[in-house]
């Protein structure tokens, strides 16, 4: 069973910065894409990043040029990087990775279960 732990959420000023983390526990034979997504209060669910399997990244238009999103394969270990936050980056943020368990497994899709980043002053 894999289950994946997001960390890093807190409270930061304005301007400030943090890293999230997001690890997995259990076997993970590949993984195809690995992102973070986040949800304020009242809102849908929206993507903020991914990185493919190739290293390819993606950003949304509103956290491009300040979030940095990256992977550590050996660790099963997807990072978020935020600068400059603002008080709209303030909301849950969940991992998800689309990955198999086995050879012959088909992907599937997991979720953490989020940690909470909130930027005020």
């Known amino acids: 069973q894999v289950q994946l732990v997001e960390s890093g959420g807190g409270l930061v000023q304005p301007g400030g910065h943090l890293r999230l983390s997001c690890v997995a526990s259990?076997?993970?034979?590949?993984?195809?894409?690995m992102h973070w997504y986040r949800q304020a209060p009242g809102k849908q669910r929206e993507l903020v990043a991914f990185?493919?399997?190739?290293?390819?990244?993606y950003y949304a238009d509103s956290v491009k040029g300040r979030f940095t999103i990256s992977r550590d394969n050996a660790k099963n270990t997807v990072y978020l990087q935020m600068n400059s936050l603002k008080p709209e980056d303030t909301a849950v943020y969940y991992c998800?990775?689309?990955?198999?368990?086995?050879?012959?497994?088909?992907?599937?899709?997991?979720w953490g279960q989020g940690t909470q980043v909130t930027v005020s002053s």
């Open positions: 990185i493919t399997s190739g290293g390819n990244t």
């Open positions: 259990g076997s993970i034979f590949s993984i195809n894409v």
């Open positions: 998800n990775w689309i990955a198999t368990t086995t050879p012959t497994s088909n992907v599937r899709s997991y």
